[in-house]
């Protein structure tokens, strides 16, 4: 196993742009957000406005209730292979950065904001995780080029994906939840909202330097987790 870094100390400003994200995105997800897979996790976490969360205490939390490790990494933008290896060692990386103020509705970087407000809720959900864990063991099977279709519909399940809950389309993806610009467009009726079809999704060439045109809708948990367990690529 790699050492593991320590976890960044962070400044004054950068909890000060944390609390401005938190207050405005707090009670948009809450609406939005699924409640089985994404609420029940932030609830759990207890994170709060004032600060940027102590990562040694959310460690323990992971490996006590999912059985993984949240590691420490300074790479604002990990390259596909090494971000899956991690994931298939059950490791979920935290970025050493925080987007600046001027960014606060969007950045095409994942920074501690969106992995934490983002991922880290759905990944408190063993069921989710699970689903993570096999998802990167399958595109580790196969060459950069051969699972670039299967990175899209990474994208937008895991980062952008909606899901039909309780009658309602509920925001699953990290992406949508932890962007208050995104999130409110996706929603917005300028989005077009498109059953799950992933020969489909596996076509499109994502861009993280505007917000979607077209987005896709899960059915159902159960759905996603057919697809990833019978994906061949």
Known sequence: ??????FKVWSPEEHDTWRMLYERQCERVK??????????GFEKLRLTSDRIPDFYRLD??????????????DTQFADGQDWFEHLARKEFMITEYIRDKSDLDYTPLPDVWHDTFGHLPLMLNQRY????????HKMLKYSK????????IWWYTIEFGLIREEGEIKILGAGLASSYGESVHALSGAVDLRPFDPDYI???????????????ILDSFEQFEDFVNHWDA
């Open 1 to 6: 196993m790699l050492e593991k870094r320590p």
């Open 31 to 40: 609406k939005l957000a699924s409640r089985a897979y994404y609420l029940e």
């Open 60 to 73: 323990e939390v992971y490996q006590r209730e999912v059985g993984w490790e949240l590691f420490s990494t």
């Open 129 to 136: 995780a699970h689903l993570v864990y096999d998802f990167a």
């Open 145 to 152: 080029e051969e699972r670039k279709g299967m990175g899209s």
């Open 202 to 216: 596996a076509t499109i060439k994502p861009s993280p330097h505007e917000f979607h045109k077209e987005l896709f």
